[in-house]
């Protein structure tokens, strides 16, 4: 059964400071893995796809990193700004086609 | 484009009645998958339909239930509705079933009292 673990469960950084957001996932027969932004209260808004095929992704001040071998994952944010609060969740597509989720990092970036 | 929309948005239901939840796609988007999400549990896969097929289901007991139609919209049910169902219910579409990005409508936060 796949397990994806985040780490940290929260993390609370300085405007401008660059982070980085760990996902690990036990079972590396995956599709792809995505990384996720949520809002309190809202629903699940994508930030980057990684086919299991690729290395990395990126969109503007985010990179995310796949090494399936190791069943790891990394979400780097740069120059972190106030609205990048939120609680981040990376998902596995694993083999059997089922999406299990990690249980999240609350980021909270302070002005 | 318009994204994923969840109807209805907020409702407030007792133990024992059953519920129905609606969600439309992205246009084009013929997999919708859906997801209960708790602070207890986190997010939870309930199942994922493609081309109005099951394709998927995860370990939810039979109360929960969904289909999908031809236009690929789909809806879920839960009968007899109790206490620790009350939760966030989210739909996704994408693409394909195996390798599409997903996109995530606002959800359907159900309240059972």
């Known amino acids: 059964k796949q397990e994806v673990t985040q780490i940290p469960a929260a993390l609370s950084v300085p405007e401008g400071e660059n982070l980085v957001l760990n996902c690990s996932f036990t079972d590396s027969a995956i599709y792809n893995l995505q990384w996720f932004r949520q809002d309190p209260g809202k629903g699940l808004t994508s930030l980057l796809l990684i086919q299991s095929s690729q290395r990395e992704q990126t969109s503007g001040r985010l990179n995310a990193s796949l090494d399936k071998s190791s069943g790891r994952s990394t979400l780097y944010i740069a120059a972190s700004q106030p609205g990048d609060s939120a609680t981040y969740l990376c998902?596995?597509?694993?083999?059997?086609?089922?999406?299990?989720f990690g249980k999240g990092t609350l980021l909270t970036v302070n002005p | 484009k318009a994204g994923v929309t969840q109807t209805p948005r907020y409702l407030i239901k007792t133990r024992g009645q059953q519920v129905t939840l609606s969600c439309s796609p992205i246009?084009?988007?013929?997999?919708v998958s859906w997801y209960q999400q708790t602070p207890g549990q986190g997010l939870q896969f309930l199942f994922e339909y493609f081309s109005e097929t099951q394709r998927n289901k995860g370990n939810f007991p039979g109360r929960f239930s969904g289909r999908q139609f031809s236009n690929s919209r789909s809806e879920m049910n839960v009968s007899t509705l109790e206490l620790g169902d009350s939760a966030l219910y989210l739909c996704?579409?994408?693409?394909?079933?195996?390798?599409?990005?997903?996109?995530f409508g606002e959800g359907s936060r159900l309240t059972v009292l």
């Open positions: 246009s084009g988007h013929r997999s």
């Open positions: 996704a579409s994408s693409l394909g079933v195996t390798t599409g990005e997903l996109f």
């Open positions: 998902a596995v597509k694993g083999s059997n086609y089922k999406l299990t």
